[in-house]
């Protein structure tokens, strides 16, 4: 499409050339997405298609220079495993982070993203975790099985992965523009047709056409709230004088309504990628067992909306939200800080919170924001310990209710950080309704020193969670 045609269409609907090409390259995921099933000639085919299609993508929409950011990391990664496999996992963690954020200093892409623009280092976080978990679960191919849990022995990698996979799995088919992160095995035996996607007397996997048409849908009907809601709630307001005129209640209902709003672009971003991902057939992830079984697509799910909202826990909340990149925190952070025959406590969840906010970005809002999110789910679990320590079914629904209110309030508080990025902008809208919702965590947290429960048996705590 000629530059001139591409302006006026973007103007028409509002948005900036980069922005809109970027979203023309995102939907077309889908159809790429589409022809990736029915490559012909094998395994090798596929990988060469998958890496080329990804790499045409990236240069349509973010320009060559992309390309060439995304490569940095994918050799320093591949070259640590040829190199040095024993340490291979912890050098291209830290390569590849550092990277990233080298990146992120120097395009400062959080102001790209609130004034209309886009460049590649989303799509370069994207990769930078895909690449990390492929390298520590080679590295994890040399450990014993007994000093591994599940998940890593599912994951591991006994051999290294020919060059052309590697890049077949980095770029596939455009899904690192936003996701979902996937395993370097998933991606192996989805191309190879083997595992899950294994052709049976029944035939090959399910067909993925209705589950696409759910998530196409989905993103209509998100973009269409998206649309609507902005012009009511901008993250302007936080700085207008007006804004400062209200009293308490309304500054708090406009702080949940920006947080509210700001959710449906992404649940119109990952809308998208979980349709190009079902409908190539990565996002099969086996059958439910009901009777008739029906097909399951998790592989492909990066959001639960109605578990986003209605949330009746702060621990919930990723479980439902970014979630294939709040999977990878936890296998890969959060697990590993464990100390053999020791509890995870405070610390493994605050530095799992640090690294995601590294990997969003250095920007005051983001570390402010990941940290007020481990103070807000360590609040929330003090709750729950409280819930399940009454023996009144009153006092449990009244304590499931209160924690529901408290994750709501915390939660929409707590975003505006990640929404306005600046210390200032960020400290003024928490201070405008007197920092609510971090004193009420940390009391909770403090109170929870003070009143300790008695457990529940082991056997009722399971079932519960």
Known sequence: MALPEMESMASAIGLSVPVLRFLLCFAATIPVSLFHRFVPGGPVARHLYAATTGAVLSYLSFGFSSNLHFLVPM?????????CRKYCGIITFFLAFGYLIGCHVYYMSGDAWKEGGIDATGALMVITLKIISCVINYNDGLLKEEDLLEVQKKNRLLKLPSSIEYLGYCLCCGSHFAGPVYEMKDYLEWTERKGNWKPTEKGSSPSPYWPTFRAVLQAAICM???LYLVPHYPLSRFTE???QEWGFWKRLSYQYMSGFTARWKYYFI???????IIISGLGFSGWTDSNPPKSRWDRAKNVDI?????????VQL???WNIQVSTWLRHYVYERLIQKGKKPGFFQLLATQTVSAVWHGLYPGYIIFFIQSAVM???SRVLYRWQQATQSNLFKKIFIFVNFAYTLLVLNYSCVGFMVLSLHETLAAYGSVYYVGTVIPIALILLGKIIKPARPSRAKARKDQ
Do not use: H, N
């Open 241 to 243: 004088p007006v804004y």
């Open 377 to 379: 789910i360590a609040g």
């Open 306 to 314: 109605v578990g986003v909202e209605l949330a009746t826990s702060s």
């Open 75 to 83: 050799f320093l990664g591949y070259a640590s495993m040829v190199l």
């Open 318 to 320: 990723p479980l439902v």
């Open 224 to 226: 269409g709230l998206y």
């Open 270 to 276: 990952w809308s998208i990628s979980e349709a190009s």
